[in-house]
């Protein structure tokens, strides 16, 4: 039997639905949009002025039925009036929930009210020429009090990185504000254009700032409407939210685009539960669509339900729809896409972790299996908004799915190789120190911190103690201070063995530290150590040539960063081969005359290329190394110039930018070193 509260709050929304007979809600029922919001209930109605200076201020709703209806809808929808220039236009727009709070329905104007993602099962109809109308639609929403810029996250296919369009980035500076909802392609890449379905912008800025409205695409300007501050060529400037009651409360279901991670046995089992809410739903049926086949499942409505279908991990996505049923009811009340099963690895440390686009070729490796989490941004109320999946994308940093190249191109390898979905998530922050990226162990997800940003998405996403591995790229700000980078990544690393005890750690030796030196060797010794004293993997970054003095271009940088990383995690995570993929590592420096041997830790055969001793030194003696050939029992023999009397230690330092290098054969260089002789 359905319980007395959902009763008590159907009744309410059949009670709102019919009081069309007051002259408010009256202007409610808006010509063209009354046949589509059929079976939905008012929640909010706004006549937009021509000026508005709504930040952190409630607009001036002249319908307010929010509070009734509290939590209760599986749908929204959006009609918005315009009568102006073009004479009367409108349009309808309804999708999947975004929210489950009716009061952040409307426009967003307080600090940290921002949405910023992809919505399921659009819906639109409109009078306008060039709006795309139909149903079974994939949306994207821009909605917040913020100002913004036309710089793009990637997220949505087609969409301009510069122009204000349907893909455009809030800023940490507070009060213009946007409210827009776009009609994108349901899959990256996609042919589908990216174009406007409604647009109010410019209601958070000052009290003589025009608004700029729109339906459908601006002919003229931003396509978006921004900038057009054109509210005063309208006569009539109307929105009405409005909410479908729920049949059933939902208490778990996948998100869409979610990657869940896979277990011992290749795949998952999501959860798919809740209650039913009003009379006439005789039972629930749940249907799970992947993988070449059609799992069904049903449950009668007399008690709380939960489903826990099986997914397999592979390149295949699944659909989740939910039906309520009755004698006079069938309706989907609840529709998920594009949920994988995969692996989940972390990106962490400064601007080489973030690796966005520096020079040359752009990342070209993103795939639909490439997912990532929220938003690595450093402004906590941007950070924290953001609790959805995304695409992982590789050119952007800052961005919601932001993961950088290399890992792009890392995980593109997994993918490709091994079948498998992969999720990144990349918290990375250029240019900080390692006490940067503590923990604050008395709120570890406090977002002020970069701990708890990285913390709060892999919580929120239920992977935090599911991440297969960590990979560590920083160490250029502490400028060879090797005693505080050990002391701040030892704390750092327990801290993530607590909360990440499933996961595998690689550490990379930084190029230089500080930035464009390479003949300061102590911190990067002290990281060739981290191997033998910490338990970690280490991974070389000598060998690449498209390097800048700091930074890396996509080619002979980022791209073959991507590659010896993969080449690693393959042989320790998927049974991959091992030959020549280890850095090579010294074990040990011994003098002969004037011949030293550099005894290495395998015997994986070397490429020497010529002119590379000249990145060797002789501490504590002013010899130098005038040739270094590879021999087969694992060692590189130096020839000096000369006795090379006093000398205490030899230090490898490498080089920056392109140059000569000594490989193995995937291409990875001999790690940085200063061993006693």
């Not at 002025?49 to 002249?62: G, I, V």
């Not at 952007?396 to 190249?405: H, W």
């Not at 004293?533 to 271009?553: F, K, P, R």
Request: aromatic residues 8%; glycine residues 10%.
């Amino acid at each position: 039997m359905p319980r007395t509260v959902p009763i008590v709050l159907t009744t309410i929304f059949a009670a709102l639905a019919v009081l069309g007979s007051s002259p408010a809600e009256a202007d409610v029922q808006a010509a063209g949009c009354d046949a589509a919001a059929a079976g939905y209930t008012p929640a909010l109605q706004l006549n937009l002025p021509t000026s508005a200076n709504w930040l952190n201020t409630t607009p001036p709703y002249s319908l307010n039925n929010t509070a009734a209806i509290g939590s209760n809808f599986d749908r929204v929808g959006y009609c918005l009036e315009l009568n102006g220039p073009n004479g009367v236009q409108w349009v309808w727009t309804a999708m999947a929930p975004f929210t489950s709070d009716a009061r952040r329905l409307g426009l967003q104007t307080a600090t940290g009210q921002i949405f910023r993602q992809q919505v399921g099962d659009l819906e639109v109809a409109s009078n306008v020429a060039g709006v795309t109308t139909g149903s079974g639609q994939t949306g994207y929403i821009e909605m917040w009090p913020n100002q913004y810029s036309g710089s793009a996250s990637g997220q949505v296919p087609n969409a301009s990185a510069s122009t204000y369009d349907a893909d455009d980035s809030p800023t940490t500076v507070i009060g213009h504000g946007t409210f827009q909802i776009h009609q994108i392609g349901a899959t990256k890449p996609s042919t589908v254009p990216a174009k406007p379905v409604l647009s109010i912008n410019r209601f958070t800025e000052s009290a003589s700032d025009v608004l700029g409205l729109g339906i459908g695409t601006n002919p003229s300007g931003a396509p978006d409407w921004t900038l057009t501050d054109n509210a005063a060529t309208y006569t009539q400037r109307k929105l009405t939210v409005y909410a479908r009651p729920s049949l059933v409360k939902l208490t778990e279901m996948p998100q869409d685009l979610k990657l869940i991670p896979r277990d011992s046995a290749n795949g998952a089992n999501p959860a798919v539960a809740g209650e039913v809410t009003a009379a006439g739903v005789d039972h629930v049926e749940l249907s799970v669509t992947g993988h070449g086949e059609t799992q069904t499942f049903t449950a009668p409505a007399s008690a709380p339900f939960r489903f826990t279908p099986r997914i397999e991990a592979g390149l295949w996505e699944y659909a989740f729809e939910l039906r309520a049923v009755g004698p006079a009811i069938d309706r989907v009340v609840a529709k998920r896409t594009g949920i994988v099963s995969g692996d989940v690895y972390v990106v962490q440390g400064q601007s080489n972790a973030e690796a966005a686009k520096r020079t040359g070729a752009a990342n070209v490796e993103e795939s639909p299996y490439l997912r990532s989490f929220g938003s690595s941004n450093a402004e906590s109320a941007i950070s924290g908004a953001d609790r959805v999946w995304h695409y992982a994308t590789g050119d952007v940093t800052q961005q919601s799915g932001s993961a950088g190249q290399w890992a792009i191109r890392m995980g593109r390898r997994i993918v490709d190789t091994y079948g498998v979905p992969v999720a990144l998530f990349n918290g990375s922050h250029g240019g900080k120190p390692i006490s940067f990226f503590q923990r604050n162990d008395t709120t570890p997800n406090d977002l002020s911190t970069n701990y708890g940003r990285l913390r709060s998405r892999l919580q929120a996403s239920g992977v935090l103690s599911k991440v297969k591995g960590v990979l560590w790229y920083q160490g250029e700000a502490e400028s060879d201070n090797a005693s505080v980078h050990i002391s701040g990544f030892t704390s750092l690393l327990a801290d993530w063995r607590t909360e990440m005890s499933a996961a595998k750690y690689f550490v990379y030796q930084v190029r230089t530290s500080p930035c464009n030196n390479t003949t300061a060797i102590n911190l990067r010794e002290a990281q060739r150590k981290l191997g033998d004293t910490h338990n970690v993997t280490l991974l070389s970054t000598n060998g690449l040539s498209g390097h800048d003095g700091c930074h890396y271009a996509y080619a002979d940088g980022y791209r073959e960063m991507g590659d010896y990383t993969f080449a690693v995690l393959a042989r320790d995570l998927y049974g991959g081969p091992s030959a020549g993929v280890a850095p090579p590592n010294p074990a040990s420096v011994t003098k002969s005359g004037t011949t030293l041997t550099v005894k290495l830790r395998s015997t994986d055969p070397l490429t020497v290329d010529s002119g590379v001793g000249a990145d060797f030194r002789l501490v504590g003696s002013t010899v130098t190394v005038t040739s270094v050939v590879y021999q087969a029992d694992g060692s590189l023999r130096l020839t000096l110039s000369g006795t090379p009397t006093g000398a205490t230690a030899l230090v490898y330092q490498g080089h920056l930018k392109a140059g000569p290098w000594i490989t193995n054969t995937t291409g990875v260089g001999l790690l940085a070193f200063s061993l006693p002789i």
